[in-house]
């Protein structure tokens, strides 16, 4: 049976409007501008209404991805919603808006895989399409961390904002398209960064928001050594599957989580910072949602000529990653 090519048609991007800077963080907990800027990366980062939930995110950009593909929701076989605030335990958040788009053949379901998420749903769908099952999947990376961020706990809540970016994926012309993929885990990382109420082994009570275990905790330091780790092997490893070497990358899309983590990436990748797409001084580390938005922005801005080899590359919560070669 041979398998077919398959690669992106179409890219979307949605961000909240109201702007959460650093000067405003100053004015909430006990931090500032400097701190954040040269130990994150990150100037400021988008927030949710209080109205605003992960389908009303995701539909903006999943309705752009669309367009862009030249596609209708109609024509939809598979939606793929990776995120870890979705807009309730269940139904999906990728049902909710398979309603919302009129997607009326198209299975759905959400993945959590945390801010590796999104590479994670690309393999899975790329599978889909590759040996025929299925002709167009639509893949959303969509977080409201607004939502489980505790804005007394300096750690975190500098880092996380909101956003949606998504991708249409389906057949493209012989010798375009993904390349490989790298996705795994490791569970015994899992307490380092972890949402603890909320589930079965803990419901929501009074007291667990008592002791605000409905925000996230992050062992920040302990999450950052892995990042480093990770993000590099994870980007050799999909290379080494796709035939390619470092020096192949014309463009690096890593997760946006902290600039020292992705100079570090450059780094070990012997990457130069042009070839490189970072918007987490705008928009912070949105989880699942980094990687597709940083994408879009690449796309939008006129970044990608056909041929371009790009890695996307992330980690997170889990412990997970995921990392993938696609020639665009
Ligand atoms: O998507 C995946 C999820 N997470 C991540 O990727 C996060 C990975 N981790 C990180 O990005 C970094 O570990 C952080 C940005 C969270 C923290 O940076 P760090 O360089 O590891 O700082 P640290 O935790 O070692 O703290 C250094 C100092 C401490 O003060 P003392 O104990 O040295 O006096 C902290 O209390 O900085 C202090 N600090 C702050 N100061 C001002 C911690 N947060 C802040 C803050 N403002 N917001």
Same mark, same amino acid.
């Given at each position: ?11 979307? *991007? ?14 909430? #907990?006990?931090?500032? $501008? ?32 669309? *367009? ?6 109609? $024509? ?7 995120? #870890? ?35 994670? =749903? ?27 961020? $505790? ?10 904002? $909101?956003?949606? =970016? ?5 057949? #493209? ?51 950052? *050594? ?37 100079? +570090? ?5 012997? #990457? ?17 949602? +980094? ?10 801005? =006129? ?26």
């Amino acid at each position: 049976m041979s398998l077919i090519p398959v690669g992106v048609l179409g890219t979307g *991007k949605h961000v909240p409007e109201r702007v959460l800077t650093n000067f405003d963080l100053e004015k909430i #907990v006990d931090t500032n $501008d400097e701190w954040i800027r040269t130990r994150t990366g990150i100037r400021e980062r988008r927030i949710a209404s209080a109205e605003e939930a992960a389908s009303d995110l995701a539909f903006p950009a999943a309705e752009q991805a669309l *367009k862009n593909a030249g596609i209708t929701a109609a $024509d939809l076989d598979l939606i793929i919603v990776a995120t #870890v605030t979705p807009d309730m335990a269940f139904p999906s958040t990728a049902c909710i808006l398979q309603e919302r788009l009129g997607a009326k053949k198209a299975a759905a379901f959400d993945l959590m895989a945390a801010c590796s998420g999104f590479i994670y =749903g690309l393999a899975n769908a790329t599978n889909f399409i590759t040996l025929g099952t299925y002709k167009y999947a639509l893949i959303i990376g969509v977080e409201v961390l607004s939502k489980i961020t $505790d804005y007394t706990d300096r750690n975190t809540c500098i880092l996380f904002g $909101d956003g949606a =970016g998504a991708v249409v994926i389906g057949a #493209v012309p012989e010798g375009r398209g993904f390349k490989s993929f790298e996705i795994g885990a490791d569970g015994t990382g899992g307490p380092l960064l972890k949402l603890h109420a909320g589930g079965s082994r803990c419901p929501s009570s009074a007291e667990t928001i008592a002791q605000k275990q409905h925000y996230m905790y992050m062992a920040g330091a302990e999450v950052f *050594k892995f990042a480093v780790r990770i993000m590099g092997n994870a980007a050799e490893e999909a290379l080494r599957k796709a035939g390619l070497v470092k020096e192949d990358i014309d463009l690096l899309i890593p997760h946006q989580a902290n600039i020292r983590i992705i100079n +570090s990436a450059l780094h070990k990748l012997n #990457v130069p910072e042009d070839k490189c797409i970072i918007n987490l001084d705008r928009y912070g580390n949105v989880g699942a949602a +980094s990687i597709p938005m940083a994408l879009a922005e690449a796309a939008e801005s =006129g970044r990608l000529s056909p041929g371009d080899r790009i890695v996307m590359v992330g980690f997170g919560a889990g412990l997970t990653w995921g990392a993938s070669v696609l020639v665009w």
